[in-house]
């Protein structure tokens, strides 16, 4: 077994090389011998959905046989998008659950993201490490009574949770890109005039990657939002808990400025909000945040550490620049972008305004998007990037990040490969460009 399956925050191969039959019942065993332990429970209940990959049912049969074989009861909730399945752990009280996917990877790929009760996800640090050393060992004991597989729909709960009753003059395109998401999507936006393009489910994604942070993935929706004159488009990644806005123009509108808008709004009807922010984000959410009487909250990247703040901290609503809004829902804390396209479709029908013109104030920087490079001695670049710019204001959560009067910059590792990610924003679009030419060049000659 190839190891490096296990991710940060979930477990992630290609089938059948790294992820298969055997793997998958090994891990579904071991995630029923860990939620028995975390629950104090000898006969939890667990969800299991999956999305429309391929190889998903075939994973899912031995996932579960895994699971059940340790006495541990499978709430099997079928197709199921990431937000969806967190919404069946939180809202039915259930003691954890693992949905299989692979988000937004190519086809080749599927996965397994964890949680635990109220829909806690599980980390590295926080079961993945543990779970892993399970099935390494592969010393799992015969239990007299297994469990069973129980099938619930859950879908129709949460459809009514987070569709809106009041209809929308609007027009919308919403891109499925063939994956799971397509499920709910025509039901959640009957009262608006829907454009559904890719709503087929085939885990072969044909018309392309499931991935809507590359830019070539998504000029179909803007093409479509300027020929069919929409208000907007929306595009969702693989598994659903991300989601992209186009404005009327056919423009990309970035996620930190989407956080901008919602926050404007969240706090306009309840004043001195909580609402977080990660360091990626432009300098205008904290603004607009602090400007309003809110209260802006940083946090590292990913989605475990946001929602352990967000629960620490009583935090209503926050997001990351790569496309993930999360709220309190419930007892759980995970991917709301139902709320987020609903509160953009009531300010637009609100306040009469086009979607670019809601926006426009909040595009007050320059912003260079995140810039990856390969490179073997990531810390060593980043000690020297520390040390020549130490006479900013340093925050150091996640790499670092250095702020100054008028721009600022962040740099972080990932987690799996010898990667720096480099993110500077400007006052001017001149600032912005010196700075980071300046600080690629401090990367690159290494």
């Excluded at 290609?14 to 860990?34: D, L, Q, R, T």
């Excluded at 909730?77 to 919404?87: C, N």
């Excluded at 598994?239 to 009327?248: H, N, T």
Aim: hydrophobic share 35%; net charge negative.
């Amino acid at each position: 077994m190839n190891t490096k399956i296990f991710k940060a925050y979930d477990i992630r191969g290609i089938y059948p090389e790294e992820i298969n039959e055997v793997v998958s019942f090994k891990i579904g065993a071991a995630f029923a011998v860990f939620i028995k332990k975390v629950s104090n429970k000898e006969n939890p209940q667990v969800v299991v959905g999956r999305d429309n990959r391929k190889s998903s049912d075939i994973l899912f049969n031995e996932l579960s046989k895994g699971i059940i074989s340790q006495g541990v009861d499978v709430i099997d909730i079928g197709l199921s998008a990431t937000p969806v399945f967190y919404f069946a752990v939180a809202n039915y009280n259930y003691d954890g659950g693992i949905n299989i996917t692979a988000s937004h990877n190519p086809k080749q790929y599927n996965g397994f993201k964890l949680v635990r009760e109220d829909a806690i996800p599980l980390s590295e640090v926080s079961g993945i490490e543990e779970i892993k050393e399970m099935v390494i060992a592969d010393n799992f004991s015969v239990i007299e009574k297994e469990g069973k597989i129980i099938n619930k729909d859950v879908s129709s709960d949460y459809i009514v949770i987070n569709k809106e009753k009041e209809d929308f003059n609007l027009k919308i395109v919403v891109d499925t890109a063939n994956s799971v998401s397509g499920v709910i999507v025509p039901e959640i936006f009957n009262q608006t005039n829907l454009i559904h393009i890719f709503s087929e489910l085939d885990g072969d994604f044909p018309n392309h990657e499931p991935d809507p942070l590359k830019k070539e993935n998504i000029e179909e929706i803007r093409n479509k939002v300027v020929e069919e004159g929409a208000d907007l488009g929306v595009a969702f990644d693989g598994d659903g808990d991300r989601v992209f806005f186009i404005d009327e123009k056919g423009e990309i509108i970035s996620s930190d400025i989407i956080l901008s808008l919602i926050s404007s709004i969240i706090i306009r009807e309840s004043k001195g909000s909580k609402i977080l922010y990660d360091l990626r984000c432009s300098n205008i959410v904290r603004e607009t945040i602090e400007s309003l009487g809110g209260e802006a909250i940083i946090s590292r990247v990913g989605h475990s550490f946001i929602k352990a703040l967000m629960r620490e901290k009583g935090i209503i609503f926050g997001a990351e620049y790569s496309g993930h809004y999360y709220s309190k829902q419930g007892n759980g804390y995970y991917e709301s972008p139902y709320f987020v396209i609903f509160t953009i479709l009531k300010e637009i029908k609100k306040t009469g305004k086009k979607l670019s013109e809601l926006i426009e104030s909040f595009k007050k920087y320059y912003h260079s998007g995140e810039i990856n490079f390969k490179v073997e001695d990531k810390e060593k670049i980043i000690n020297k990037i520390k040390e020549k710019y130490s006479d900013g204001k340093l925050l150091t959560i996640d790499g670092v990040r250095v702020d100054f009067e008028d721009w600022w910059f962040s740099v972080r590792s990932s987690n799996t490969e010898p990667i720096l990610r480099l993110i500077v924003e400007g006052r001017t679009r001149e600032i912005m460009e010196e700075k980071l030419k300046e600080i690629k060049d401090i990367i690159e000659e290494d």
